[in-house]
């Protein structure tokens, strides 16, 4: 009882929470797990909803909620202590939710009740939460014959380790480069808060001058801004070759992911046959909107096709004007987003670092909280809750006076914290006999810390990834359903979970939310209606090159999950293949983007990569309908309008088939026109 772990009462006790709590909290409630099912599988009579799945989801809902402490901290706090706490456990958990997802009794019990007469009148997501369970006991090999349920577990448990070695392997290999300089003037080019943080953390190491990382926006900043083409390559080159077979020049073979990827995709495809399947893809689309891995590919090519006259026109005008005007006839991958910005420089007369200087964190904030407040009649503010790391938030939602949600902000990057950004549960909404849970979100991004005093500033990307991942969390925190099988993002097809979140990146381009969400960190006079305009013009530059690129890696990764042979086949070889088919630039062969594609072999994106450009015909679609509102109330801020989203979309969580939900708000099926429109690729 004195486990903080165990505690379920109310948000996690982060400030008294250690690793030294892991194994015994997490050991406890497998044992009471272990015990229910043995419970549940042995009790006389029909199963039903009361005895049988709910005592099933209140006790994963406690060991997923524990489990999910020390999972987030892994993420955000991966100290030795707590790696190893991890990892210790990760086998244990993994092996109980095998055991779960194999059990003959409890996929009985579920296929009973789907088969009950009155199944139809049960509730909507009551039988959603069956039906998705049948599926997924089905996909953990419930159904395989008993000699095989032992090698299926070994596979789970070993994938669940590989994948969370990689993810270490890449941070290990992140924080192990750097390069000192003695003066300021070695980093000319380089944003003022980028150079005072280069300072700040040569002085952490307690070394004199500045040091350089390559923390997200630190290799951004150089790739788009240092002057230095030797610096540029230098950064390109150590970002591009992390965790891979490179690590042995620095002393760390073991830091090498390329026998991991090997391995997970041996046992991806070992499992997959295992089912019944011909290959990895064809499991991971059985939850999925698509049905086909040629289905995906097919959409994929497509989009290829689309965009490749744009992205030609647009790598041709860059290294036109990169040889004309920077003096780069060999245009390289490391002088691609410096050329870029210089260009769009010349041609928008803006620069990222100018309008950076625009959007200080607490305005961002404010705009963000008053687009969520306009659309959906809900307020935010700031509360108190314990967090793992000073720079952490807390912030609670109200609707009608009432409190219906609540999340974690965490900023900033950090040298112990994964890079990218996403969204994760704490708490799922449901229903006790304590009464209603409120769902709690973390919310985590890299965006650069505050320095010297001034205010943290948001490049323009960061300001869009800031609103995606608010989408996520809206998706989860704005729910109706009380049944967390089939809560906010729980239970939705995994192809249009990112369509509330691209939803959201939409907002970010609308002067009547930008004008108020600006101050200039040194005057802080707000974003000039002629800037914005020059923003907005340069909103499809080179979205041709940058369809492209994400084509690229979805193609590559629903091939290697559909067509490749892990035995025979090469990683880098069946890259090579699909950039010769639909990339217009290719990276010297000794890049290693594998090794660091962790969405794909750490992320739960594996042959779902594809989700990014099919969710976004669905939100580029759904925003249509707030464009189509402005028309007649002057406002895509339209309240109307996202009542219907709200409930239609976001409330209804997994409940129900996305399609569905999507129809049920624009009141026809999708269409791809919007999102083309959008990308400049047609007009309107």
């Known amino acids: 009882m004195n486990n903080p772990l165990l505690d379920f009462s109310g948000a996690p006790r982060f400030d008294i929470v250690t690793p030294e709590h892991v194994s015994p909290a997490i050991s406890s409630l497998l044992d009471e797990?272990?015990?229910?099912?043995?419970?549940?599988?042995?009790?006389?009579?029909?199963?039903?909803?009361?005895?049988?799945?709910?005592?099933?989801?209140?006790?994963?809902?406690?060991?997923?909620?524990?489990?999910?402490?020390?999972?987030?901290?892994?993420?955000?706090?991966?100290?030795?202590?707590?790696?190893?706490?991890?990892?210790?456990?990760?086998?244990?958990?993994?092996?109980?939710?095998?055991?779960?997802?194999?059990?003959?009794?409890?996929?009985?019990?579920?296929?009973?009740?789907?088969?009950?007469?009155?199944?139809?009148?049960?509730?909507?997501?009551?039988?959603?939460?069956?039906?998705?369970?049948?599926?997924?006991?089905?996909?953990?090999?419930?159904?395989?014959?008993?000699?095989?349920?032992?090698?299926?577990?070994?596979?789970?448990?070993?994938?669940?380790?590989?994948?969370?070695?990689?993810?270490?392997?890449?941070?290990?290999?992140?924080?192990?480069?750097?390069?000192?300089?003695?003066?300021?003037?070695?980093?000319?080019?380089?944003?003022?808060?980028?150079?005072?943080?280069?300072?700040?953390?040569?002085?952490?190491?307690?070394?004199?001058?500045?040091?350089?990382?390559?923390?997200?926006?630190?290799?951004?900043?150089?790739?788009?801004?240092?002057?230095?083409?030797?610096?540029?390559?230098?950064?390109?080159?150590?970002?591009?070759?992390?965790?891979?077979?490179?690590?042995?020049?620095?002393?760390?073979?073991?830091?090498?992911?390329?026998?991991?990827?090997?391995?997970?995709?041996?046992?991806?495809?070992?499992?997959?046959?295992?089912?019944?399947?011909?290959?990895?893809?064809?499991?991971?689309?059985?939850?999925?909107?698509?049905?086909?891995?040629?289905?995906?590919?097919?959409?994929?090519?497509?989009?290829?096709?689309?965009?490749?006259?744009?992205?030609?026109?647009?790598?041709?005008?860059?290294?036109?004007?990169?040889?004309?005007?920077?003096?780069?006839?060999?245009?390289?991958?490391?002088?691609?987003g410096y050329a870029a910005e210089k260009l769009r420089q010349a041609r928008y007369d803006f620069s990222e670092e100018a309008l950076r200087q625009y959007f200080p964190e607490h305005k961002v904030l404010d705009g963000l909280f008053g687009v969520v407040g306009r659309l959906y009649d809900v307020t935010i503010r700031p509360d108190t809750a314990p967090v793992w790391h000073p720079d952490v938030r807390y912030f609670t939602l109200t609707r009608d006076g009432k409190d219906i949600g609540h999340f974690y902000l965490d900023p900033y990057a950090r040298d112990t914290k994964r890079g990218g950004a996403w969204m994760d549960e704490a708490r799922s909404l449901r229903e006790t006999a304590a009464g209603r849970e409120t769902p709690i979100a973390y919310l985590v991004c890299n965006a650069s810390p505050p320095a010297d005093g001034r205010p943290a500033l948001y490049s323009f990307d960061q300001v869009i990834t800031l609103f995606h991942e608010a989408g996520h969390g809206l998706h989860h925190l704005l729910t109706r359903v009380a049944e967390p099988g089939v809560s906010g993002i729980n239970g939705v097809e995994w192809d249009a979970v990112e369509l509330p979140s691209q939803f959201m990146e939409n907002f970010c381009w609308e002067w009547e939310v930008l004008r108020n969400m600006t101050a200039h960190a040194e005057t802080g006079a707000p974003l000039p209606r002629e800037l914005f305009d020059r923003v907005l013009a340069a909103k499809n530059f080179h979205a041709g090159l940058g369809m492209l690129r994400q084509v690229e890696f979805a193609l590559f990764d629903m091939r290697l999950h559909s067509e490749f042979n892990p035995a025979a086949d090469d990683v880098m070889a069946l890259l090579r293949q699909v950039r010769d088919e639909v990339a217009v630039i290719h990276p010297p062969a000794w890049q290693r983007f594998p090794n660091a594609f962790s969405h794909i072999f750490a992320g739960g994106y594996s042959a779902g990569y594809f989700s990014y450009h099919w969710a976004e015909v669905l939100s580029a679609d759904a925003y249509s309908a707030f464009e189509e509102a402005a028309e007649k109330t002057g406002s895509v801020l339209d309240r109307a309008t996202g009542e219907r989203f709200m409930q239609e979309v976001l409330g209804v969580g997994g409940s129900r088939p996305a399609l569905e939900s999507f129809t049920a708000f624009r009141g026809r099926p999708p269409k791809p026109d919007a999102l083309l429109r959008h990308h400049g690729m047609i007009t309107a």
């Open 33 to 336: 797990g272990r015990a229910l099912v043995e419970t549940l599988t042995s009790q006389p009579g029909e199963p039903t909803w009361e005895n049988f799945v709910q005592p099933l989801s209140d006790m994963t809902d406690r060991l997923g909620r524990a489990w999910g402490v020390v999972r987030h901290l892994h993420s955000v706090l991966d100290l030795p202590p707590w790696r190893e706490a991890y990892n210790a456990m990760l086998p244990e958990v993994t092996r109980f939710f095998a055991e779960l997802g194999q059990s003959a009794a409890l996929f009985a019990g579920y296929k009973a009740l789907a088969a009950r007469p009155d199944f139809a009148a049960w509730p909507r997501a009551r039988r959603k939460v069956i039906e998705d369970a049948v599926r997924d006991f089905r996909l953990s090999g419930a159904e395989l014959p008993e000699a095989d349920k032992p090698r299926f577990q070994a596979i789970q448990e070993e994938l669940a380790g590989l994948s969370a070695k990689f993810s270490e392997n890449l941070l290990d290999a992140t924080n192990a480069w750097h390069e000192d300089f003695a003066n300021p003037e070695a980093l000319a080019g380089l944003p003022a808060d980028t150079i005072a943080n280069a300072k700040a953390v040569a002085e952490k190491a307690g070394v004199a001058g500045y040091r350089l990382t390559l923390q997200g926006p630190c290799v951004m900043a150089v790739l788009r801004q240092a002057d230095d083409r030797g610096l540029r390559e230098r950064v390109w080159r150590a970002n591009a070759t992390r965790a891979s077979e490179f690590s042995a020049e620095i002393g760390h073979p073991e830091w090498d992911n390329g026998p991991l990827i090997a391995r997970i995709l041996t046992l991806r495809e070992e499992a997959a046959r295992l089912l019944g399947y011909p290959n990895h893809a064809s499991v991971s689309l059985v939850p999925k909107m698509a049905g086909s891995p040629g289905e995906v590919i097919e959409f994929l090519l497509d989009l290829a096709r689309r965009a490749r006259p744009s992205a030609e026109r647009d790598l041709a005008e860059l290294r036109e004007f990169a040889a004309g005007t920077l003096g780069i006839a060999d245009l390289q991958p490391w002088d691609m």
